[in-house]
């Protein structure tokens, strides 16, 4: 999913000018998280270790998923080694507190951007990875076949998340009751409630609940005992967040992140270890775009990226070289992380 050209950043500008973020502001004379994590040559990321396809621990120790690859893009854009990356999993109702007393360095952990945490929780949200909205999962042989069919139900749910006002919402707009929402401190006990009858429906973000019905234990039915209502009642942009206050810190993050995107565009993979993908996009980015719209996306994305002799952006927040990395972060197939495919209604 991701394409794998990375930016180093490395040490800091030393003008005279100061960094402001939303949450307050970095002078000079205040050391910035940038040299601090490379001071440690590690970067503390703040995740989980149990959602497919996100994040999951396995036997042998090694994180993947789509989030843990994206605390080794950081990793290899700031520390240029994608492996220097201590991953931290976190309850949910424990990231901002992590986040806010440095526990972690950037929580990557499929968080939403709201305007509440945005504004409260003393975080920085960065660009966005993955849009995602909220949806609602029940039993296949259930009579559900929409929200708007559940009235006087109760639904199982994780605490510490948007998920509850949402759900209350999507149950006023339909102009049905809503029994209980049961709050969990985590998903393994929201399933143990499902399992055990105390709920109607189970809701969250419709990427977690495809996960989380993926490994949905076989002497339950596994995933063909489930199916997911086709509503999506929310808008959930997910991405990292930093601690406010460190303006060249966020840069850094967020740049890394772009410079995936861009090379996603290109179909620069870990696979093929070029900043020039082959064919027509290769003589493009080599021989110059036809179009002036062509033109400025090219060029902007050699700027991003640093190459084709141009000095990057990333270079120009951090007053780094770039470090161009196209294998630092292993990937699957041809180099790209595969979410799993949704499956409604357990077709």
Same mark, same amino acid.
Request: proline residues 4%; aromatic residues 8%; negative net charge.
């Given at each position: 999913?991701?394409?794998?050209?990375?930016?180093?950043?490395?040490?800091?500008n030393?003008?005279?000018?100061?960094?402001?973020?939303?949450?307050?502001?970095?002078?000079?004379?205040?050391?910035?998280?940038?040299?601090?994590?490379?001071?440690?040559?590690?970067?503390?990321?703040?995740?989980?270790?149990?959602?497919? &396809?996100?994040?999951?621990?396995g036997?042998?120790?090694?994180?993947?998923?789509?989030?843990?690859?994206? =605390?080794?893009?950081?990793?290899?854009?700031?520390?240029?080694d994608?492996?220097?990356?201590?991953? !931290?999993?976190?309850?949910?109702?424990?990231?901002?507190?992590?986040?806010?007393?440095?526990?972690?360095?950037?929580?990557?952990?499929?968080?939403?951007?709201?305007?509440?945490?945005?504004?409260?929780?003393?975080?920085?949200?960065l660009?966005?990875?993955?849009?995602d909205?909220?949806?609602?999962?029940?039993?296949?042989?259930?009579?559900?076949?929409?929200v708007?069919?559940?009235?006087?139900?109760?639904? =199982?749910?994780?605490e &510490?998340?948007?998920?509850?006002?949402?759900?209350?919402?999507?149950?006023?707009?339909?102009?049905?009751?809503?029994?209980?929402?049961?709050?969990?401190?985590?998903?393994?006990?929201?399933?143990?409630?499902?399992?055990? &009858?105390?709920?109607?429906?189970?809701?969250?973000?419709?990427? +977690?609940?495809?996960?989380?019905?993926?490994?949905?234990?076989?002497?339950?039915?596994?995933p063909?005992?489930?199916?997911?209502?086709?509503?999506?009642?929310?808008?959930?942009?997910?991405?990292?967040?930093?601690?406010?206050?460190?303006?060249?810190?966020?840069?850094? !993050?967020?740049?890394?992140?772009?410079?995936?995107?861009?090379?996603?565009?290109?179909?620069?993979?870990?696979?093929?270890?070029?900043?020039?993908?082959?064919?027509?996009?290769?003589? +493009?980015?080599?021989?110059?775009?036809?179009?002036?719209?062509?033109?400025?996306? !090219?060029?902007?994305?050699?700027?991003?990226?640093?190459?084709?002799g141009?000095?990057?952006?990333?270079?120009?927040?951090?007053?780094?070289?770039? !470090?161009?990395?196209?294998?630092?972060?292993?990937?699957?197939?041809?180099?790209?992380?595969?979410?799993?495919?949704?499956?409604?209604?357990?077709?």
């Open positions: 999913m991701l394409g794998l050209v990375l930016i180093g950043a490395a040490c800091s030393s003008d005279d000018s100061s960094d402001t973020t939303a949450g307050g502001s970095t002078s000079d004379s205040t050391q910035s998280l940038l040299d601090t994590v490379k001071a440690n040559d590690s970067v503390k990321c703040g995740t989980r270790d149990a959602l497919p &396809g996100f994040a999951v621990l036997d042998d120790g090694t994180y993947r998923g789509f989030d843990s690859d994206f =605390c080794r893009a950081v990793a290899a854009a700031v520390l240029g994608a492996n220097k990356v201590e991953m !931290v999993p976190l309850e949910t109702a424990a990231r901002f507190t992590a986040l806010q007393s440095g526990e972690i360095d950037v929580l990557i952990r499929n968080t939403t951007w709201t305007a509440t945490r945005d504004g409260g929780e003393a975080a920085t949200f660009a966005t990875t993955f849009y909205g909220q949806a609602m999962m029940v039993r296949a042989d259930s009579p559900y076949q929409s708007a069919d559940m009235d006087n139900t109760t639904v =199982c749910l994780a &510490g998340t948007t998920t509850q006002l949402n759900l209350g919402t999507k149950f006023d707009l339909e102009g049905i009751t809503l029994t209980e929402a049961l709050s969990f401190a985590d998903t393994d006990l929201v399933q143990e409630a499902f399992i055990a &009858g105390r709920c109607d429906g189970w809701t969250s973000d419709a990427s +977690q609940l495809v996960a989380l019905r993926s490994t949905y234990p076989e002497s339950e039915g596994g063909d005992a489930l199916r997911i209502l086709p509503d999506i009642f929310s808008k959930e942009p997910l991405g990292p967040a930093v601690a406010d206050g460190d303006t060249k810190w966020a840069q850094a !993050v967020n740049w890394a992140v772009f410079a995936t995107f861009q090379a996603e565009e290109w179909g620069i993979t870990s696979a093929n270890g070029t900043p020039f993908p082959s064919g027509a996009k290769s003589r +493009q980015l080599r021989s110059g775009p036809e179009s002036r719209a062509d033109r400025r996306t !090219v060029g902007w994305g050699k700027t991003a990226l640093g190459v084709g141009s000095s990057s952006i990333m270079g120009e927040v951090s007053g780094s070289r770039p !470090v161009r990395s196209p294998r630092a972060v292993a990937r699957r197939g041809r180099g790209r992380w595969r979410m799993p495919t949704p499956r409604w209604g357990g077709r």
